[in-house]
């Protein structure tokens, strides 16, 4: 099994930056892909950046250009850089991995998941 922990989150104002962390311990396969998803009460889960082994990366539309995925494959620690940050970026923020070696942002696909971290962007 996977273990996967997220932190980072917190509250900041428009226009601010966070990076979130999530850090892998367990079964850990390279091969996967790893992704950032976000929840809101009510809402659907999003899908917000995923990136694959050869750290080729896709994005949400409406996060392309201000946040960033990256990964450290010898820490198992996947990170969202988030710049320009928009009171609709409030949610909690999961990290996943686990099923998908092609890139994808459809939350089916990933197996392992983190317990969320809390982002709230005030306007």
């Known amino acids: 099994a996977v273990q996967l922990v997220e932190s980072g989150g917190g509250s900041v104002q428009a226009g601010g930056s966070l990076i979130l962390s999530c850090t892998a311990s367990g079964a850990v396969y390279s091969g996967y892909c790893w992704a950032w998803f976000r929840h809101v009460p009510g809402e659907e889960r999003e899908g917000v950046a995923a990136?694959?082994?050869?750290?080729?990366?896709t994005y949400a539309g409406s996060v392309k250009g201000r946040f960033t995925i990256s990964k450290d494959n010898v820490k198992n620690t996947l990170y969202l850089q988030m710049n320009s940050l928009k009171p609709e970026d409030t949610a909690m923020y999961y990290c996943?991995?686990?099923?998908?070696?092609?890139?994808?942002?459809?939350?089916?696909?990933?197996?392992?998941w983190g317990q969320g971290t809390e982002v709230s962007v005030s306007s």
């Open positions: 996943a991995t686990d099923g998908p070696t092609r890139l994808t942002l459809r939350d089916f696909e990933y197996n392992y």
């Open positions: 990136i694959d082994e050869e750290g080729l990366t």
